[in-house]
């Protein structure tokens, strides 16, 4: 995998092109010199740990026939206070369904995403604890 970034103008926007050729923009806020033009880093991981699971919910909730109307997730996190590097402390992921879903099998498919398959997730639970919590909304 390789991931390419190019500044894009004198201060910290930055924009980065996936090896599909995707491109996101990063970066910092205003209160650290930026143009407020994208996404912080630490942001797009929690973008990273949402979008990962998400994959695997919604991939597992197919298998198991599950019918999925609409799909949202929040993710909210807690950083160390006045440290340099700052590391999360906490995360949480709430899942919102709305369809004909089975509880238990839903929470079954955030279970092995956040335990077992989600690579994001594996990365962030060696610093921060990760919990979740769902909603599902029948039509």
């Not at 498919?109 to 997730?121: D, N, Q, R, T």
């Amino acid at each position: 995998m390789e991931i390419k970034l190019k500044r894009l103008n004198r201060n910290y926007h930055l924009e980065a092109t996936g090896t599909n050729g995707r491109t996101v923009s990063i970066d910092a806020g205003p209160q650290d010199g930026g143009d407020d033009l994208g996404a912080r880093p630490m942001q797009m991981l929690l973008m990273g740990l949402g979008g990962c699971a998400s994959i695997d919910v919604i991939s597992i909730l197919k298998k198991q026939r599950q019918e999925v109307d609409d799909y949202n997730v929040i993710v909210t996190a807690e950083r160390e206070k006045d440290k340099v590097p700052s590391l999360f402390t906490s995360i949480h992921v709430k899942f919102i369904l709305t369809g004909k879903i089975e509880k238990e099998k839903l929470e079954h498919a955030i279970k092995l995403s956040l335990e077992k398959y989600c690579s994001v997730a594996k990365i962030l639970e060696k610093t921060a604890p990760i919990t979740y919590s769902y909603t599902i909304n029948e039509n």
